[in-house]
């Protein structure tokens, strides 16, 4: 089975603080993604990424950038944590392709106060 | 408009229904429809997987996509509480997406009681 596994299920964060959400997969995924989602707003991509240290924008990166050091983890970097963060953040992992499907992990709910 | 549509509900069906779930989608190059289900406190997991135009079954699950209308639906026969979960559309396009992308209706949150 796959497994996506995020660091920490829960995350208290003060603004302006710099947080990192990290994320490790073991199926030797090629692709890698991080969203928020949101009541009423769905699932919503921020950053991709398809090879190490390579990274595309989602549809809201700002105030998000991504780190891709080793192709099994992808970092998910708040520079200057602000409170319209607070979220449940997801991490996604699938093999190259336009077909393959996403494979998630259990997601950090982060509250930044 | 959103590429993905999807009524968020919530649908509540007795135990043992018919549950019918439905997407509507605007993008004609959309050729790999899938439905996750993702419990309450964890991670949408896949459920079904469907290729351009057809039916696909899983023991009481039912993927259907009509191409022709940008329609896909997700049937539940015998439905049981413990299908109650939020259930997410998602596809790609053949080509012509960004590298594996998946769009996502916003999810449709079902509660079946006994």
């Known amino acids: 089975d796959v497994k996506v596994t995020q660091s920490s299920r829960y995350l208290v964060k003060r603004t302006g603080e710099k947080v990192f959400l990290e994320c490790v997969q073991d199926m030797d995924h090629e692709n890698m993604f991080w969203y928020r989602q949101d009541p009423g707003l769905g699932l919503r991509l921020i950053y991709f990424s398809y090879d190490v240290k390579m990274k595309e924008k989602g549809d809201i990166p700002e105030g998000y950038s991504v780190s891709r050091e080793k192709k099994e983890r992808f970092s998910l970097i708040l520079e200057s944590a602000s409170t319209n963060q607070t979220s449940m953040y997801l991490c996604?992992?699938?093999?190259?392709?336009?077909?393959?499907?996403?494979?998630f992990g259990d997601g950090t709910r982060l509250s930044i106060l | 408009q959103k590429e993905v549509e999807q009524d968020p509900g919530p649908l509540s069906v007795p135990e043992g229904a018919i549950v019918s779930l439905n997407c509507t989608y605007s993008n004609s190059a959309f050729q790999y429809f899938m439905w996750y289900r993702q419990y309450s406190r964890k991670g949408p997991e896949l459920l079904m997987y469907?290729?351009?135009?057809g039916n696909k079954e899983d023991g009481r699950f039912t993927a259907q996509v009509d191409k022709s209308s940008k329609y896909i639906s997700l049937f539940i026969r015998d439905s049981q509480p413990s299908d109650s979960a939020t259930y997410l559309c998602a596809m790609s396009a053949r080509r012509g997406s960004t590298l594996g992308r998946l769009y996502f209706g916003r999810g449709t949150q079902l509660t079946v009681w006994p």
């Open positions: 469907t290729y351009s135009s």
């Open positions: 996604a992992s699938s093999f190259q392709g336009q077909h393959q499907p996403q494979h």
